[in-house]
């Protein structure tokens, strides 16, 4: 297995990058390859700082980068030499098996659906969070930020993504699936989520179990919760901002402490023809070992094939 790293990419870049990547390949052994992308020279000057010899890992010559000021569908073509366009460029001609990257979250959603293109089928692709549930449980919340405005049939595809996603990568039997929703009788909500609620319901395709409201997020009442990109954002930022407070007030709590961004490292851009894993912005060393992890995963459980399959 070839897994893809953007050195470039993300806040702490290449510090945070490089520990990341080495943390990995300990935990990740030699059956797999972790090639980074970046400037050459950078990266062996990081490696030699740490005594590391640049034997361990792939360098694919990357000297450009996509900041988070450039603008996602113009940076692809103006900057062909950016770590993420010659990932995408790999990733699209099956040399590496997954690429994964802390930089511009546009320029990797654009990257996907441009470079990867999106499975036949699939409307929108979209992405994911995973939110701690009270039960030591896990719920995909789906979509974050990919699709601010969303109809009812894409939020239906969300529900058939996401449950093969906590089916396979999460190890969820026959997901439960809920709509995210401001009541749970099925004549709530706006003229979306009433639409989205009737196909929901007439489908065997997934678990779907009916609305939640805001406060059943964590409860683990559902495996899957759907709603529009604009929504899902809102409601990632404030667990975000929940986690940050409770660190600045001093709080210790090991439910809370599973909030920490850290745990979960990165998703994956949920229906196109290749595995592009999307990092956090801030991630440090640890973060962007378990984003490299997580991207193993989603290639050993074939999850491409599983979505293929099912549009297909």
Partial sequence: MKIGL?????DFAPQATIDGALLAKEE??????????????????????????????????????????????????????????????????????????????????????????????????????????????????????SNADCKADVLYQFAILGSIYANSVLGIENPKVALLNIGEEDSKGNLLAIATYKLLSETDEVNFIGNVEGRDLFTGVADVIVCDGFTGNIVLKEAEGIFTLMKKRGIQDPYFDRFNYENYGGTPVLGVRGNAIIGHGISNDVAVKNMLIHASDVVKTQLIDKINKVFN
């Fill in 28 to 145: 990740l052994g030699n059956d797999v390859t972790i090639v980074l992308f970046g400037d050459e020279l950078i990266i062996q000057k990081e490696l030699a700082s740490r005594n590391k010899s640049a034997a361990l890992f792939e360098i694919i010559h990357a000297p450009e980068v996509i900041s988070y000021n450039d603008h996602p569908t113009r940076a692809l073509p103006k900057k062909p030499n950016s770590s993420i366009s010659i990932g995408f460029d790999m990733l699209s001609k099956g040399l590496i098996d997954v690429f994964a990257s802390n930089g511009n979250t546009g320029a990797m959603l654009v990257g996907s659906m441009f470079k990867l293109h999106t499975i036949p089928g699939v409307i929108r692709p979209c992405i994911t969070s995973t939110l701690p549930t009270i039960n030591d449980g896990k719920t995909v919340l789906l979509d974050v930020g």
């Fill in 6 to 10: 953007d050195v470039s990419g993300g």
